[in-house]
Antibody, heavy 121, light 109 residues
Framework: EVQLVESGGGLVLPGRSLRLSCAAS????????MHWVRQAPGKGLEWVTG????????GYADPVKGRFTLSRDNARNVLYLEMKSLRPEDTALYYC??????????????WGQGTQVTVSS | SSELTQDPAVSVALGQTVRITCQGD??????ATWYQQRPGQAPVLLIY???SRPTGVPDRFSGSSSGNTASLTITGAQAEDEADYFC????????????FGGGTKLTVL
C-alpha cells in the first residue's frame, strides 16, 4: 500500500522558514517523480513544485520561485520542501503527491493527507 | 503562465448525466487530467491521457477534449459523486510546471 506521510508543518511568523518532509513507502520511490500541491482553506488546488526521479528536473510555480527549494533523498525515500521568506498567502494544507511516471507528467496518482502550514503574526 | 477556467458550481439530478468543463489555451497542446475531491479528503485521480481511468474509477466517468476545452462527463450521477472536481494541465510557458483549474463543485440533487 502506498503511504505518503507529511510532516514539518505548523504556525510560523511571516518571513521565517519551515522544512516539510514526506516519508514514502509501499512503492519504489526512485521510479516516480514527486510533487507538492497546496490548498488554502476553502480554496482550490495549487501545484507548488515537482521533481523528477533523478532530481535532474525541478519546477516551481511562480508564487514560490526563489523562496522554496525542493529535493529528494532516494536512499531514504524522503521528499523535502525547504520554504523560506514565508508569507501569509503561503498558508495552506500541503500535500505530498506521487506522480504516475518517473519524469514529471502531472498525473498525480497518490496523495498524502497533508500537513498544515499557517503563516501569521 | 497558463490558466484553466472551470465553472464554480454545477448541479445534476440523481441518475442524470452532467458535463464539467475546463477551458484553457494549454489544452490545445496537452491533455487535461481530472481529479475528484470529496469534503475533508485528499484528491483522487479520475481521468488522464484524455480518457483513461485508473483502476477502481467507475466507468460512468469519462473524458473528452475539443480545441481549448476539456470535459469530464458523469453518466448516471450517483449521490457519492457530489464533490469538487479539478482539471489540470501542463503550463505552456515551461514544461516543468503544472496548473490547476479553479475547481467545480458538483451538487447531486
Amino acid at each position: 500500500e502506498v503511504q505518503l506521510v507529511e510532516s514539518g508543518g505548523g504556525l510560523v511568523l511571516p518571513g521565517r522558514s519551515l522544512r516539510l518532509s514526506c516519508a514514502a513507502s509501499g512503492f519504489t520511490f526512485d521510479d516516480h517523480a514527486m510533487h507538492w500541491v497546496r490548498q488554502a482553506p476553502g480554496k482550490g488546488l495549487e501545484w507548488v513544485t515537482g521533481i523528477s526521479w533523478s532530481s535532474d528536473s525541478i519546477g516551481y510555480a511562480d508564487p514560490v520561485k526563489g523562496r522554496f527549494t525542493l529535493s529528494r533523498d532516494n536512499a531514504r525515500n524522503v521528499l523535502y520542501l525547504e520554504m523560506k521568506s514565508l508569507r501569509p498567502e503561503d498558508t495552506a494544507l500541503y500535500y505530498c503527491v506521487k506522480d504516475i511516471r518517473a519524469q514529471s507528467s502531472g498525473l498525480f496518482q497518490d496523495w498524502g493527507q497533508g500537513t498544515q502550514v499557517t503563516v501569521s503574526s | 503562465s497558463s490558466e484553466l477556467t472551470q465553472d464554480p458550481a454545477v448541479s445534476v439530478a440523481l441518475g442524470q448525466t452532467v458535463r464539467i468543463t475546463c477551458q484553457g489555451d494549454s489544452l490545445r497542446d496537452y491533455y487535461a487530467t481530472w481529479y475528484q475531491q470529496r469534503p475533508g479528503q485528499a484528491p483522487v485521480l479520475l481521468i488522464y491521457d484524455k480518457n483513461s481511468r485508473p483502476t477502481g474509477v467507475p466507468d460512468r466517468f469519462s473524458g473528452s477534449s475539443s480545441g481549448n476545452t476539456a470535459s469530464l462527463t458523469i453518466t448516471g450521477a450517483q449521490a457519492e459523486d457530489e464533490a469538487d472536481y479539478f482539471c489540470n494541465s501542463r503550463d505552456t510557458s515551461d514544461h516543468r510546471l503544472w496548473v490547476f483549474g479553479g475547481g467545480t463543485k458538483l451538487t447531486v440533487l
